[in-house]
């Protein structure tokens, strides 16, 4: 079962997924839109691999100094926090419940990296 999930973030959502699958060789696992019709979350396979991706308010490419995130499912938010807290990680998003069922949280790596951690598995 997958546990760490990569997530990128595209100003045209839909035109990424078309594109990631033509380019890469990605297929659709699930697309999910927001009330307006846009792509609120998707989640694409290559082989036994996934990735997640939603859209981004900007049309400005990345940066070399933006986050990349990364998704990493756990069976104990509160406690992962927890641990995490004490070793000295940056909580940057305290845990929440989401509306599609899970408990997530954020945190910075010492490296400044932005991991989110939560119990959703794709």
Do not use: K
Request: with cysteine; glycine share 8%; charged share 20%.
């Amino acid at each position: 079962m997958r546990t760490v999930y990569p997530v990128f973030r595209y100003p045209d959502p839909r035109s990424a997924i078309d594109w990631l699958c033509a380019a890469f060789g990605f297929q659709v696992h699930a697309v999910h839109e927001a009330p307006d019709g846009t792509v609120a979350h998707a989640e694409l396979v290559l082989d036994t691999g996934m990735i997640m991706l939603g859209g981004r308010a900007d049309a400005t490419p990345r940066s070399a100094d933006d986050d990349c995130p990364i998704y990493v499912a756990v069976p104990d938010v509160d406690a992962h926090c927890a641990q995490a807290r004490a070793a000295g990680a940056e909580i940057t998003q305290e845990p929440f419940d989401t509306d599609y069922g899970s408990r997530d949280y954020a945190a910075r790596d010492l490296a400044g990296n932005v991991w989110a951690f939560g119990t959703y598995r794709p």
